[in-house]
């Protein structure tokens, strides 16, 4: 079975600084990796996936990821912070088998505060 | 750009009431799920649907709970009589192919509270 952690419940950085958004996963197999974003009383919107291709992904909104499979990892990304990512953002893992990639496994989400 | 939508966005009903939770999947989709986040929790899979039958479900996904395709666009979500660990936000995503290949895309959720 896949998991993810994300270190971290709550980040918060200043405008215009690095944000990294840790995310580490636990699978058998190199897995399928999605990083979500939620803003305040909406949905979840896909920013990014991995799915075997470049190991350095790039999303929306200047995001990016990097698949590290020596470390398990799959951060999340975004050279200068804007005030309107503030919000949630879940990492996600999917399996590649036929019995497991219908289901996504959430990590607990890391909540992203920008200060101006 | 497509959209997967859900009605309504919030229900309120008593305890052993049954509610029926509302979704229109991106119309070229072909795999439905459902989703969800009891407050301050992580977000959990229900259950995957496709060509018209449950794929996978959760330990979570028990009688009390069923999902259909009564027509060519909706996908509900059925709770038989709801109890008051079902308050939760629901969620309906869908995707054009295996959620690994093209990703899952999620509605805006349906929070239900069950008093």
């Known amino acids: 079975a896949q998991s993810v952690t994300q270190l971290g419940s709550h980040v918060s950085v200043s405008e215009g600084a690095l944000v990294l958004l840790r995310c580490n996963y636990s699978?058998?197999?190199?897995?399928?990796l999605f990083w979500y974003v939620q803003y305040p009383n909406q949905g979840l919107q896909l920013l990014l996936k991995?799915?075997?291709?470049?190991?350095l992904v790039k999303g929306i909104n200047d995001f990016e990821a990097e698949f590290k499979k020596s470390e398990t990892s799959f951060h999340l990304t975004k050279p200068s912070a804007h005030m309107s990512d503030a919000a949630e953002y879940f990492c996600a893992v999917s399996g590649r088998s036929s019995g497991s990639a219908r289901q996504l496994t959430f990590g607990s989400g890391t909540q992203l505060t920008v200060l101006p | 750009e497509p959209e997967v939508t859900q009605t309504p966005s919030h229900q309120v009903t008593q305890m052993g009431q049954e509610v029926i939770l509302h979704c229109v999947p991106i119309?070229?989709?072909?795999?439905f799920y459902w989703y969800r986040q009891i407050l301050g929790q992580k977000v959990e899979f229900l259950v995957s649907f496709y060509n018209n039958e449950i794929s996978e479900k959760s330990e979570i996904f028990d009688d009390q709970f069923s999902v259909e395709r009564p027509d060519g666009s909706n996908f509900t979500l059925k709770i038989r009589s709801t109890k008051l660990e079902d308050s939760a936000m629901y969620f309906c995503?869908?995707?054009?192919?295996?959620?690994?290949?093209?990703?899952?895309?999620f509605g805006p959720g349906t929070r239900l509270t069950v008093l």
């Open positions: 699978s058998s197999v190199p897995p399928y």
């Open positions: 995503a869908s995707s054009a192919g295996l959620a690994g290949a093209q990703g899952q895309f």
């Open positions: 991995y799915t075997s291709a470049a190991t």
């Open positions: 119309s070229n989709h072909l795999y």
